[in-house]
Structures are given as structure tokens and as C-alpha cells.
């Protein structure tokens, strides 16, 4: 109970240090930062808003990692310039982002399984949820191809080079998050990032029961 407090603690902080940036901006009349600060804030917000609005129960951890994320992204990336700065950020946000869809995909597949371990193999299943992230990761390049071509910006940097590293490390990144979910599935809990999946199915656990038992209640 004191590890969760002090993990919403954190969350709570991260959306205040972000609160009080966007303000300090203001002041200073740094619209341009003001105006990161707040979108970053409420793309940190938004996933614990939806998953109350359709009775999802997201774990501390997740929420500290989405916040992480968007600070990551858009403040620090493009605001702060650390894109540019410094040469490994993109490429550690693209692996971030891609162990973050390898763990949704297997969340959802698994979902449709209806929670049964033994419904599938456990390397299909995680197959699967590799697949996902990848696809995710895919179609990220082709709208960074799109607005480069189409309005003339640099989101590929250095052109093929760039596509193919964040492909390769997309592809490293799903290969986790979805090795997460077969170590889950092998009860191998303390593998990769299986504690999470297993802290997600445990505080969900009504969306990983089959049909016939949820309507029994």
C-alpha cells in the first residue's frame, strides 16, 4: 500500500512540475513553451481520464511511464530540442514506445483470449502482440514520410537511415514488450516486464474472464 501511495505520489508531482512549467512560461510571456507544457500535460492525463470513463483500472506504473513518455516526447524532444541535441533520443524513445505497444498488443490479445492461459500457445499469442507493435511502429514511418513529403518538414532526419534504425529498434523494443507477455503466460514473472502485465490483469480482472462467467453475475 505505501509503494502504490508513493507511486501516485510521483504522478501527481510529474503533472504538477508540468502544471507549474506551463504557468512560469506564461509569466515570462514563453508562449510557445506554455503552450508544450499544457499539451504535454493533458497527453499525460488523457489515458488515466479514458480508462475512467470506460471502467479500466490503469496501475501506477503505467501512468508514470505514459507521463515519462510525453515529457520525454514533447517537451524535452521538440520543445527543448533534444531530438537535435542529443543523437540517442529518438532512438530510445522509438524502443520506449515500441515495449509500450508490445504490452498493449498482448493486453488486448489476450483480452480477446478471454484470459485463458491455455487457450493459445503462449509464443502465438506473443507473436501476435510483436506483430501489433510493429505495425504501430510502421505506420508511425509512413506519417513521418507523409509529412515530410507533403509539408516540407525533417521528421526523417537523415532519410532512410533514420527509417531503417527506428524500424530496427521498433522491432527490438516490440520483441520485449511482447516477450514480456509470453514470460507472463510461462509464469516466469520476474522476466522483462511481466510484473506489469501481471499488475494490469490483476486489477482487471473482469476483462480477462470468459463471457459466460461475467454474465453469471
Request: charged residues 15%.
Amino acid at each position: 500500500m505505501q509503494t502504490l501511495k508513493a507511486q501516485s505520489r510521483v504522478v501527481l508531482v510529474l503533472w504538477g512540475a508540468l502544471l507549474s512549467a506551463g504557468i512560469f512560461a506564461l509569466f515570462l510571456g514563453l508562449w510557445a513553451l506554455a503552450f508544450v507544457s499544457a499539451a504535454t500535460l493533458a497527453l499525460s492525463m488523457a489515458p488515466a481520464i479514458l480508462a475512467s470513463r470506460f471502467s479500466v483500472t490503469m496501475p501506477i506504473p503505467f501512468l508514470v511511464a505514459i507521463t515519462l513518455f510525453a515529457i520525454g516526447s514533447v517537451l524535452m524532444g521538440e520543445a527543448l530540442g533534444f531530438y537535435e541535441r542529443v543523437w540517442w533520443w529518438d532512438l530510445a524513445l522509438h524502443g520506449a514506445s515500441a515495449v509500450g505497444f508490445g504490452i498493449i498488443g498482448f493486453l488486448f490479445i489476450f483480452m480477446l483470449f478471454e484470459g485463458d492461459k491455455f487457450a493459445g500457445p503462449p509464443a502465438a499469442i506473443a507473436f501476435l502482440s510483436f506483430c501489433l507493435a510493429i505495425t504501430v511502429g510502421s505506420i508511425w514511418e509512413v506519417f513521418e514520410y507523409s509529412m515530410d513529403r507533403g509539408f516540407g518538414l525533417n521528421m526523417q532526419k537523415n532519410g532512410l537511415d533514420d527509417t531503417m534504425e527506428d524500424m530496427i529498434v521498433n522491432a527490438l523494443g516490440g520483441l520485449i514488450g511482447a516477450g514480456s507477455g509470453f514470460f507472463y503466460l510461462k509464469g516466469r514473472e520476474r522476466h522483462l516486464f511481466a510484473p506489469f502485465v501481471r499488475q494490469f490483469v490483476d486489477a482487471n480482472r473482469r476483462l480477462y474472464q470468459r463471457a459466460k462467467q461475467r454474465m453469471r453475475r
